[in-house]
């Protein structure tokens, strides 16, 4: 079941994300996020009319997506830049592209115009559900992060949403 998420799946989304954090490169950050982090994240993005979906199987939520704004001037207002992450447990399931339908369904009704996606690269399963998206490489930045002794190249795809 995919289903608007509450600040009562806060816990659940830490715990998914946090295991990102400390074993791999896909995020940037560095340091594990609390329930409290992820409760105010939430209300930051629904606060702008955005929204942040949470995906349960068996009553237990094992992935979540999300849509912010690409950047706060006004003109960008119709861009947003998309996110979603699986259980390490339940990538391969198809939740993520089940995710990625709803996001992308409620933002074009949304008016969105632009859809854009960074990837830590390399990542060809992350490459690959962008892609089933008809999203397409529009950037390469090299070695712009630094983690786990490593630098750190992100590409960054993006779509044109058709309501």
Not at 9 to 16: L, P, R, T, Y
Not at 45 to 74: C, H, K, M, Q
């Amino acid at each position: 079941m995919i289903r608007a998420a509450t600040e009562l799946d806060a816990q659940s989304i830490a715990d998914i994300y946090n295991h990102y954090i400390e074993h791999t490169v896909i995020t940037f950050e560095e340091q594990a996020v609390a329930r409290h982090e992820i409760i105010s994240r939430i209300e930051k993005v629904t606060g702008a009319s955005l929204p942040w979906f949470v995906a349960e199987d068996d009553g237990a939520v094992i992935g979540y997506a999300y849509a912010t704004r690409w950047n706060t001037r006004s003109a960008y207002r119709h861009t947003v830049e998309t996110s979603v992450y699986l259980s390490h447990t339940s990538v391969s399931k198809g939740w993520g592209t089940r995710l990625y339908e709803t996001l992308f369904d409620t933002l074009r009704h949304k008016s969105i115009h632009v859809v854009i996606g960074g990837i830590t690269l390399p990542n060809p399963a992350s490459i690959a559900l962008h892609e089933k998206f008809g999203m397409k490489k529009v950037a390469h930045f090299k070695e712009v992060g630094y983690k786990f002794g490593q630098w750190l190249d992100v590409g960054y795809w993006q779509t044109e949403l058709r309501a």
